[in-house]
Antibody, heavy 117, light 113 residues
């Protein structure tokens, strides 16, 4: 049973860079045809897809965030990461990492990131 | 604003049947991409409920069912139970300039009266 766990700072200052890591256990991040994804959810709002990365390093990002997003993957540590630059209060959200194949079949518990000075 | 359209809320009495619609366009659902549904309780991560339009993962009760037709789909809950009170999201895909993208509905809150 695959498990995903997000980690990173819970507070980020405006205009700075948000950085999160998702550690995967119970499955090799470089095996299979899975795409490793990030999804966020602002307080009281719905889900927003941020992007995904394949173990080869190829990526796809939400066009609305593409200019500020970068994802990377470290197969030796079985983890993948998210970087979001120039954050504002609108980026305050619970950030989830998830495994994508046919659908988002496994999710991390989520981590709240607050953008505030 | 979400790409897929869902009603903000639906409600029903215990034992009743409720449905949640998910409407897309020719670029996403109508392009042939499947619809998937997630259930989310407050303070917890979404959980896969229905995949591939009408398939249930192991452990999901058969009172949950899904369908798809054209550019839309729906989730049905028959024999509504108090424990079904949650938020429900539909999800599909869209082909964009940078490849295949994931799209969500805005979510529907199910209230058991």
């Amino acid at each position: 049973q695959v498990q995903l766990q997000e980690s990173g700072p819970g507070l980020v200052q405006p205009s700075q860079t948000l950085s999160l890591t998702c550690t995967v256990s119970g499955d090799s991040i470089s095996s299979g045809d899975y795409y490793w994804s990030w999804v966020r959810q602002p307080p009281g709002q719905g889900l927003e897809w941020i992007g995904y990365i394949y173990h080869s390093g190829s990526t796809s990002y939400n066009p609305s965030l593409k200019s500020r997003v970068a994802m990377s993957i470290d197969t030796s540590k079985n983890e993948f990461s998210l970087s979001l630059t120039s954050v504002t209060a609108a980026d305050t959200a619970v950030y989830y990492c998830a495994r994508l194949y046919v659908c988002l079949d496994s999710w991390g518990q989520g981590t709240l990131v607050t953008v505030s000075s | 604003q979400s790409v897929l359209t869902q009603p903000p809320s639906v409600s029903g009495a215990p034992g009743q049947r409720v449905t949640i619609s998910c409407t897309g366009s020719g670029s996403d659902i109508g392009a042939g991409y499947d619809i998937h549904w997630y259930q989310q309780f407050p303070g917890t991560a979404p959980k896969l409920l229905i995949f591939g339009n009408n398939n249930r993962p192991s452990g999901v009760p058969d009172r949950f069912s899904g369908s798809k037709s054209g550019t839309s789909g729906s989730l049905a809950i028959t024999g509504l139970q108090a424990e079904d009170e949650a938020d429900y999201y539909c999800q599909s895909f869209v082909t964009g300039l940078s490849g295949l993208g994931v799209v969500f509905g805005g979510g529907t809150k199910v209230t058991v009266l």
